[in-house]
């Protein structure tokens, strides 16, 4: 079974640092998407980055970028610059082998950013 | 552009009744899918329809129908609500069923089964 690991219920980091959200993940494919969701107090699901597994750099969105190891199955989203309106949980996704756009969601992040 | 659109927002059912979550796309998207969100379960898939007319069983599929009569509609019935079917519902969908594609979610349904 394919399974997406968020290992860490909640996170605080201070405005302008820099944190780290860990995901890990499970699969026996070879090429594969892996997508980092936010969702805020107003509930809305937001893509933030997404990340293939054929490629070897790391994908960037601006503040957010990936720490992506295939060979650990590992997939870290790094938010620089923590701003308030980061405050939101945060959801690893993966799609399973031959699933096609069927996500499987980590359990998820609450990520606060103190003033 | 109205992007995935669910209604209600907001329900409170008795258990027993039935009801219907609408979803509505814009995008002419082919993909569609609905997930339920419970405290620390992150989001599950409950069923999934890859164009008009075909649907499929996702995840956590008991107690719940779909249909895809159209490319734009996709919604949800609850035949008989029971409580454990308290939660929040979020339809999504993306341009094609591929792997790669990033899906558009509603801003969901929270549902209340008393």
């Known amino acids: 079974a394919q399974t997406v690991t968020q290992s860490q219920p909640e996170m605080s980091v201070q405005e302008a640092e820099t944190v780290t959200l860990s995901c890990t993940y499970d699969t026996s494919e070879n090429n594969y998407y892996l997508f980092w969701y936010k969702q805020p107090p107003s509930r809305q699901m937001i893509l933030v980055i997404r990340q293939e597994a054929y490629k070897q750099q790391n994908a960037t969105e601006n503040r957010f970028s990936v720490n992506f190891q295939k060979a650990a199955k590992s997939f870290s989203l790094k938010i620089s610059d923590s701003q308030l309106g980061d405050t939101a949980m945060y959801f690893c996704?993966?799609?399973?082998?031959?699933?096609?756009?069927?996500?499987?969601f980590g359990k998820g992040i609450t990520l606060s950013v103190r003033p | 552009n109205a992007g995935v659109t669910q209604t209600p927002k907001f329900q409170v059912l008795k258990t027993g009744q039935s009801m219907t979550l609408q979803c509505a796309q814009d995008?002419?998207?082919?993909?569609m899918s609905w997930y339920r969100q419970d405290p620390g379960m992150g989001l599950r898939l409950i069923h999934y329809?890859?164009?008009?007319?075909?649907?499929d069983q996702g995840e956590v599929p008991n107690g719940y129908n779909v249909s895809r009569s159209t490319t734009e509609d996709f919604p949800l019935r609850l035949l008989s609500a029971a409580p454990s079917q308290t939660s929040v519902y979020f339809c999504a969908s993306s341009l094609t069923g591929g792997s790669n594609q990033p899906q558009h979610f509603g801003d969901g349904t929270r549902l209340s089964i008393l």
């Open positions: 995008m002419n998207h082919e993909y």
């Open positions: 329809s890859v164009g008009a007319g075909i649907t």
């Open positions: 996704a993966f799609p399973p082998a031959g699933a096609n756009s069927k996500l499987t």
